[in-house]
């Protein structure tokens, strides 16, 4: 019975994604996403729980949320339309709700974070206006529509004491009305060898009580023994070719897009009562009770 429930589910789910990526009309991506969530079900993982993020931390994830590991976070982002994230480590959708957030992990090297006493939010804002009109260019040569920053939802605030960065754009596709705007709330810890992010995707409306969920996440990210910023050796240790700053401008730019492109799908399905979130809500809720019981 959960079987043909999950089967009924991702054809509901294909029959949406038909209709609102023109570009994907054929039987192999209908395949590939029947394939994507139908690995999700299998390794997904219930909080609470202590989920590893590959050598580097550990994250505690709350009950009532669930983190989808690598490689099928992989291939639900393909699913939804985007191209492969190297960086990417998993996914954590909640049991009931309308948003995801992204998991990524960046060896950039020790970033330095001398730049952000000198932050000015109005020139952060246009180098991240620019970046993402540079990104149009590519988002027109894959069949995606151009988006829009419209501008911050919280203005970048670091916490050296912590090394957490956090930051929140709005953004909207260029050639629609302002009742559709989505946000995409950044969350950063900085460790010795690079940098992991919690992007948090949702409707601007909800942002006021989801960002709590991205902050508690945030705050529930450890790095281990080695792999912290105070664990830094000059000597040895590899220095990343940008600072700070960076991850609000240039580096953060090109991935607006992509979080763009989530809250669009996310936007389209969320109105859907077989699928809470991305689809996964309310069937996890089930299948996970099926496995309890």
């Known amino acids: 019975m959960i079987v043909k429930q999950f089967l009924k589910w991702v054809a509901a789910l294909f029959l949406i994604a038909f209709s609102h990526f023109a570009y994907?009309?054929?039987?192999?991506?209908?395949?590939?996403?029947?394939?994507?969530f139908d690995e999700a079900k299998k390794v997904m993982q219930a909080g609470?729980?202590?989920?590893?993020?590959?050598?580097?931390?550990?994250?505690?994830?709350?009950?009532?949320?669930?983190?989808?590991?690598?490689?099928?976070?992989?291939r639900i982002m393909r699913a939804m339309g985007n191209s492969s994230i190297e960086s990417l480590i998993g996914a954590i959708f909640p049991e009931q709700g309308d948003w995801m957030i992204v998991a990524?992990?960046?060896?950039?090297?020790?970033?330095?974070?001398?730049?952000?006493?000198?932050?000015?939010?109005?020139?952060?804002l246009k180098s991240l206006r620019e970046g993402?009109?540079?990104?149009n260019k590519e988002r027109v040569q894959r069949g995606i529509p151009e988006m829009q920053l419209v501008g911050w939802a919280e203005k970048p605030n670091y916490d050296a004491a912590t090394h957490r960065l956090v930051w929140s754009a709005i953004t909207k596709d260029k050639q629609a009305n302002n009742d559709n705007q989505g946000v995409n709330y950044n969350t950063y810890a900085l460790g010795r060898e690079g940098y992991i992010s919690l992007n948090l995707v949702?409707?601007?409306?909800d942002?006021?009580?989801?960002?709590?969920?991205?902050?508690?996440?945030?705050?529930?990210?450890?790095?281990?023994?080695?792999?912290?910023?105070?664990?830094?050796?000059?000597?040895?240790?590899?220095?990343?070719?940008?600072?700070?700053?960076?991850l609000i401008g240039g580096v953060a730019a090109k991935k607006l897009g992509l979080f763009a492109l989530i809250f669009a799908f996310l936007a389209k399905f969320a109105k859907l009562a077989l699928v809470a979130v991305v689809g996964l809500g309310a069937l996890v809720a089930k299948l996970f009770g099926h496995k309890k019981a």
């Open 207 to 246: 942002l006021p009580q989801q960002k709590a969920i991205a902050k508690d996440l945030l705050g529930h990210l450890e790095f281990t023994d080695g792999k912290r910023y105070s664990d830094f050796n000059v000597s040895t240790d590899k220095v990343a070719e940008y600072g700070l700053a960076a």
């Open 104 to 124: 990524e992990y960046e060896k950039s090297g020790y970033i330095k974070d001398d730049d952000a006493k000198d932050w000015n939010a109005d020139d952060l």
């Open 48 to 74: 609470p729980a202590e989920i590893k993020l590959i050598d580097q931390a550990v994250l505690k994830v709350p009950a009532g949320q669930f983190f989808v590991p690598m490689p099928a976070a992989g």
């Open 24 to 36: 994907a009309q054929n039987a192999a991506t209908e395949a590939e996403m029947k394939a994507a």
């Open 132 to 135: 993402t009109e540079e990104g």
């Open 202 to 205: 949702t409707a601007l409306n």
